[in-house]
Nanobody
Framework: QVQLVESGGGLVQAGGSLRLSCAAS????????MGWFRQAPGKEREFVAV????????DYVDSVKGRFTISRDNAKNTVYLQMNSLKPEDTATYYC???????????????WGKGTLVTVSS
């Protein structure tokens, strides 16, 4: 089974950048579709970005297109989320997730990390 651990969250000013990492244990990481989701206080968890098993396909929620980039290194069992031009509305706990079916729904993910908090100050 794949276990996921996020890192890289923190406090940043609006306009700044952060790179989140998600390290996976287990030998089947390269088979997994990987995604990032986020949940702001008082709001439902929402899709942010997803990447196919080989990195050949990616999708993003409209609000982060052109600012965030998802990537993966299967040799390192790690998926990344590079976040640029951060806005206060990006403040949330960011979760890494993995599944076997490509999609943007959290229901398609069956492995979840515990999350890392990103706070963007104005």
């Amino acid at each position: 089974q794949v276990q996921l651990v996020e890192s890289g969250g923190g406090l940043v000013q609006a306009g700044g950048s952060l790179r989140l990492s998600c390290a996976a244990s287990g030998s089947t990481f390269s088979r997994y579709v990987m995604g990032w989701f986020r949940q702001a206080p008082g709001k439902e968890r929402e899709f942010v970005a997803v990447i196919s098993w080989n990195g050949g396909r990616t999708d993003y929620v409209d609000s982060v297109k052109g600012r965030f980039t998802i990537s993966r290194d299967n040799a390192k069992n790690t998926v990344y989320l590079q976040m640029n031009s951060l806005k206060p509305e990006d403040t949330a706990t960011y979760y890494c997730a993995g599944g076997l079916v490509y999609g943007t729904s959290p229901d398609g993910m069956d492995r979840w990390g515990k999350g890392t908090l990103v706070t963007v100050s104005s």
